[in-house]
């Protein structure tokens, strides 16, 4: 149980960490389309 529950939050942590990657590319791409 233990071990499931880990596992779930390594999934999390990795999908929360992929998140200011995205936003930083939107942001780069509004910038590119500004210019």
Do not use: T, Y
């Not at 149980?1 to 596992?7: E, F, I, K, R």
């Amino acid at each position: 149980m233990v071990n499931s529950s880990h596992l779930i939050d390594g999934e999390f942590r990795q999908e929360n960490a992929m998140e200011p990657i995205s936003a930083a590319i939107v942001i780069v791409a509004l910038v590119a389309l500004s210019c």
